[in-house]
Every structure is written in structure tokens, then in C-alpha cells.
């Protein structure tokens, strides 16, 4: 049987305005309107492999709320196994409230509830799935104590680790020798890295960022770089891809839909500049689409695309 992919992370309900431009600071804009959707940078990944059609697990916790009900059946619903999902009774489910702008930017807030309150024990409870997963997945979304707990079963037992380092929050030291893969965009990694940018070819702000890491003994590095593309450097390989040029309608889990079609490239063994294409696809159709969960494609919607865009070798 094929192995899963695990993914240790947030599940959320978005709160979506479309607005007509994203508010500065002490300014009200108007709404549109509204929509919730199911969410959480964790369920989102999960989503996205699950819908690629590979093994797909999720661990986070959902509030003892109605909301916690409808995002967990949310996500069983895409495919995923959800069964090792906690929920906290007096807790509430995380929530995201997202403005989106016409180009299809955002500005996002989360209030994390119970994605901030996983205990040790439900890692610990999931820890046979996580040790026999092909590849680990997780983000900064939950609190680090777990984080750090998950990346460690699964880095003992010799499996692929991946942080998305979103939102991006002071890592502990020890974390990056951890990691195989670290997949920041751009602002987060600026963030981490403190680099200046101002009057750097882009390409040499890149490969400094990702040396930054390397040098913390990360094994990968990719750097989602948005309407730009991406870009990876291990110290060996060095790839920069463009993204496909499309309308962007809602970028809200774009990002994470890159991060599940790469690691489904990485778990079937693909070189690495496949999967950042085959990823660059995956996140371009969820730009495509209002939403996070309902904007994420499955793997003939994906193939569909590559192929109307000429893309060879999928
Ligand atoms: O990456 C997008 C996700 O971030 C949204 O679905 C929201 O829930 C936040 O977690």
C-alpha cells in the first residue's frame, strides 16, 4: 500500500470580504459581500494531496464548536483522512478573516484557537501514521512545542520533513537540521532572513536567502515567489521556474496548494524542477477560483491545465 503523506497543521473557517481594495490602517473600504469557506493552511495541503489522489492524513484540532463539525467534514469530504483530528471542548475552531482585492491579493488575520492548543498526546497519538508517512508536512499555524514534537518522531524514523513556515514566527534553532525541504515565499523568508533587498538583482536576493538557511543545515530550499514563480537551491541544484501567467481571481491557498503538489512530486520521486512546475500549476488553479478548500484542483483539473499551457512531461 502506498505510504501517506502527513500533515501535522491548522484547519480553519475563512471569513471572506471582497473588498474593492485592501484597507490601510484605520481606513474602512467597502464589502461586496462575504463567504466562509473551509480553511487553514494545514487542511489546505491536506486537501490538495488528498485530491491529487494520494494518501493523505491530517492531525490538527478543531474548537468544540459547530464550525469545528463543518471543517472536518469539509475535509473528509476532499479525501482526507481525518480521523486522528482532535477536538477541545471549550476551545474555539481557528478562524481566518481574509479581505480579497479585485487583482486577487489579500490581507489575512488569524485567530488560531484550538490550532494553538495541540497537546503532545495527539501527536503522540498519530505517531505510528507519521513514521510510516513517505513525507511529513507542517507549518507555523499550531503551537511550536508541537510542531517541534512532530518534525522529531518523523525526522527519527527517517521521513521526508517539510515546514511552510507560514506565518513566519521566530523558529527555534535546532528546528532547521531538522528539515528537509523549507518552503517559505518571499516576504516570510525576508523575514527570517532579515536581507536587505534594495538594489539586488532579484536573482542574487534569492540564492542569499536560500544560503541562509542552507547554512542552518536545511537539506532544500523553495522560495514561493507569487506571480513570479519559485525558486529552489540544495547547494547542488538551482532552479528558477516562472509562474504561468493567469488572471488571479483569489490567492488564498494558492500558496498552499504549491506546497501539496510539490510534495506529491517528491513523493513519487520526481526531479526536483518537475515538481516545482507540476506545484507552480496546483497553485495557479487555486488562484483561479474565490476561496481556499473549494479552489483547490484535482489531479485531472491540474493535468488539464499543464497540457492547455504546453507543458511537457506529465
Ligand atoms: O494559506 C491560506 C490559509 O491561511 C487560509 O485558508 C486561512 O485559513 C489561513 O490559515
Known amino acids: 500500500m502506498e505510504k501517506p503523506v502527513v500533515i501535522l497543521g491548522s484547519i480553519n473557517y475563512d471569513i471572506v470580504a471582497t473588498v474593492e481594495r485592501l484597507p490601510l490602517k484605520g481606513e474602512t473600504v467597502n464589502s461586496y459581500g462575504f463567504d ?9 495541503q491536506a486537501v490538495q494531496v488528498a485530491l491529487l489522489g494520494m494518501r493523505s492524513v491530517f492531525i ?14 469539509g475535509i473528509r469530504e476532499k479525501g482526507v483522512d481525518a480521523s486522528l483530528a482532535g477536538v477541545l471542548s471549550g476551545e474555539r475552531t481557528g478562524c481566518a478573516l481574509i479581505t480579497v482585492a479585485p487583482d486577487g491579493s489579500n490581507t489575512l488575520a488569524h485567530a488560531a484557537g484550538a490550532n494553538h492548543r495541540l497537546a503532545r498526546g495527539l501527536v503522540d497519538s498519530a505517531a505510528a501514521r507519521i513514521r510510516e508517512a513517505e513525507v511529513f508536512i507542517t507549518q507555523t499555524e499550531i503551537n511550536m512545542d508541537a510542531l517541534l514534537y512532530g518534525v522529531t518522531l518523523a525526522r527519527d524514523a527517517g521521513v521526508k520533513t517539510l515546514l511552510n513556515p507560514a506565518p513566519a514566527i521566530p523558529l527555534p534553532e535546532e528546528l532547521f537540521a531538522m528539515l528537509d525541504y523549507i518552503a ?32 542552518r543545515n536545511v537539506k532544500n530550499v523553495c522560495i514561493t515567489l507569487g506571480q513570479e514563480g519559485a525558486y529552489f537551491n540544495n547547494g547542488r541544484e538551482e532552479y528558477y521556474i516562472p509562474a504561468f501567467p493567469i ?19 517528491i513523493a513519487r520521486g520526481w526531479p526536483v524542477e518537475k515538481c516545482m512546475i507540476f506545484a507552480s500549476a496546483c497553485g495557479a488553479v487555486s488562484a483561479g477560483t474565490r476561496g481556499a ?11 488539464a491545465f499543464l497540457k492547455e499551457r504546453g507543458a511537457a512531461g506529465f
Not at 478543531?62 to 472536518?72: A, I, P, S
Not at 478548500?293 to 493535468?303: C, H, L, W
Open 184 to 215: 517559505p515565499n518571499e516576504v516570510e523568508s525576508g523575514i527570517y532572513t532579515k536581507i536587505p533587498r534594495q538594489g539586488k538583482p532579484a536573482e542574487a536576493w534569492r540564492r542569499e536567502n536560500a544560503e541562509w538557511f542552507l547554512k
Open 36 to 44: 466562509v469557506f473551509t480553511g487553514g493552511k494545514g487542511a489546505n
Open 247 to 265: 488572471t488571479a481571481v483569489d490567492t488564498t491557498a494558492a500558496g498552499d496548494s504549491f506546497i501539496g503538489g510539490f510534495v506529491f512530486g
Open 60 to 73: 490538527g484540532q478543531v474548537g468544540g464548536d459547530v464550525q469545528g463539525e463543518n471543517v472536518l467534514a
Open 293 to 303: 478548500q473549494n479552489s483547490i484542483g484535482n489531479y485531472d483539473t491540474i493535468s
